[in-house]
């Protein structure tokens, strides 16, 4: 079996090879509470830097310390950094993109308020991007990340045009599109998908006119959480 990885955040404690740690406390209640790890089991630390340590779990009491190993260089990242820009939708489906483009290779992720985007008051976007963001470490333990993509703040769609214009190697979907993403996903920076509903017809131009393609995924009309997985796994699939 392989052994079970764990997230430990920089300003939590430094991890260091041939040392022994201390582990932040939600790391210790899931080894020790949910896993139900001992002394003597294997583990992997990762910091969100780079590469991996081997480790070995010594359990007293309801304290855990890790015996850490070298540092291995491993690194499960997608040959080209793909930003998935998604339409803001309702919260479990959002959930479940946020935990699949992780675990597909998103570098980053951009929750975008679109104009047939479900309304929420700042204080609860907050709370869900720090969900998100939650979601995103425990991809990265699950799939063997060593990197944990960066969840941004909620930005209005046509704000977040405006700032990062042109939009050079940024695909729009859109069903109408001439294009297939295939005929572009080797050359993708960016994904921009809409909610459900999908993106209006001045979204899309707003978007092209700025400098993105746009593209289809096949002649059916996709959920917007099927839509997005179905694009990352075809640009992902196709970047070498």
Not at 97 to 112: D, Q, T, W, Y
Not at 151 to 171: D, H, K, N, S
Not at 181 to 189: F, H, K, N
Not at 197 to 205: N, Q
């Amino acid at each position: 079996m392989t052994a079970p990885r764990f997230y430990v955040a920089p300003d939590e404690a430094s991890i260091a090879a041939d040392m022994e740690m201390s582990l932040p406390a939600s790391v210790t209640r899931h080894a020790l509470q949910v896993l139900r790890l001992r002394t003597g089991d294997a583990v992997v630390l990762f910091d969100g830097r780079g590469g991996e340590y081997p480790a070995t779990l010594a359990v007293s009491g309801r304290q855990a310390h890790a015996r850490v190993g070298s540092h291995s260089a491993v690194e499960r990242e997608t040959a080209v950094p793909i930003t998935l820009v998604q339409g803001l939708v309702a919260g479990d489906v959002m959930d479940d993109i946020v935990r699949k483009a992780v675990e597909l290779g998103a570098h980053a992720i951009v929750p975008v308020l679109a104009e047939r985007s479900q309304r929420a008051p700042a204080e609860r976007l907050d709370r869900r991007v720090v969900r998100w963001r939650q979601i995103a470490v425990s991809a990265c333990e699950q799939c063997g990340r060593n990197r944990v993509p960066a969840i941004e703040a909620v930005i209005p769609l046509r704000a977040w045009i405006a700032g990062r214009r042109p939009l050079q190697g940024v695909a729009v979907l859109d069903p109408r599109a001439p294009q297939p993403l295939a005929a572009l996903a080797a050359r993708s920076r960016g994904l921009l998908i809409g909610p459900e509903g999908g993106l209006t017809d001045d979204e899309v131009a707003l978007a092209t006119s700025a400098g993105a393609v746009a593209v289809h995924l096949g002649a059916r009309t996709l959920r917007a959480d099927t839509a997005a997985i179905a694009a990352l796994g075809v640009a992902v699939s196709l970047e070498g």
